[in-house]
């Protein structure tokens, strides 16, 4: 009796996963190929936390181990601009996707959270029912802030817009925008697909740049997906494609532009 139960309870927590709109919006920004080969695994790492919790009184220590545990599972060699698909798969990450894999961990384990994104950066705030906790998925060793003076320190810094340290500022596009503002983790797949857009930008290929920008823009508009745009306009222009393939994307792209001022090219 007490193994059908497990089986049943198991089989319905799979379920409500499996329909999870969160899980499912970060789905679609995955190569078909890739979509059922790690939601198993993913299912029963969720699910050992789960059997777990019960052993822990401390919301905060369940917590850590819930970080420490996903980083030896799963986020174990940073890498930029990698994708959601990644982090299942090879695990390779950086703020958004490992902000991406946390948001499904800790929403399927119950926790309360908020994602802040900035110009360059994305981290969460989750509360627990003594402090509020900030976390850094890029920071295996300090990323847990839990002292309020450590967190407001963090903030402070985040609202500044600097783009890191170890950042090479010459070859960096700076946005126009300042942004420090709550993120709906259903957004959080237009941002991945922005991320594809700026990958393709960078690797000079307009067309798809401006299918991951549409993407993007359908799921969560924003500054970076307008200033992008515009650039991109710009790289389409003096682009070696076709001419009617030229005005087709400037069309597409022109369309959606609302800011008054033009965005300096680099």
């Known amino acids: 009796m007490r193994v059908a139960f497990t089986f049943l309870f198991w089989m319905a927590w799979q379920i409500s996963f499996a329909q999870s709109s969160v899980f499912t919006a970060l789905l679609e920004t995955m190569p078909q190929s890739s979509e059922g080969l790690y939601e198993k695994e993913l299912i029963g790492f969720v699910n050992e936390l789960k059997e777990k919790r019960v052993h822990y009184k401390s919301e905060i220590l369940f917590f850590k181990k819930v970080v420490s545990k996903s980083h030896k599972k799963f ?47 994305i981290f969460l705030l989750i509360d627990t029912p003594t402090k509020q906790i900030l976390l850094e998925t890029t920071d295996r060793i300090a990323g847990i802030k839990t002292n309020a003076k450590e967190v407001e320190r963090s903030l402070s810094k985040y609202r500044q817009n600097q783009l890191m340290a170890n950042v090479d500022k010459d070859n960096y596009y700076r946005y126009q925008a300042n942004l420090f503002r709550e993120v709906n983790p259903l957004q959080l797949s237009g941002l991945l697909f922005f991320n594809q857009a ?69």
């Open 198 to 266: 700026v990958v393709a930008y960078n690797q000079h290929d307009w067309v798809l740049c401006a299918d991951r920008l549409e993407r993007a823009r359908s799921i969560y508009y924003n500054e970076r997906v307008e200033e992008l745009s515009e650039l991109l306009i710009g790289s389409v222009a003096l682009s070696s494609l076709a001419e009617e393939k030229k005005r087709e994307l400037m069309r597409t792209l022109k369309k959606h532009l609302t800011l008054s001022s033009t965005v300096a090219t680099r």
């Open 75 to 121: 986020l174990r060699n940073y890498k930029a601009y990698s994708q959601f698909n990644e982090v299942l798969e090879v695990g390779n990450y950086d703020c958004l996707s490992g902000t991406a894999f946390f948001s499904v961990v800790l929403g399927e384990l119950g926790f309360t959270y908020k994602i802040i994104e900035t110009n360059y950066h």
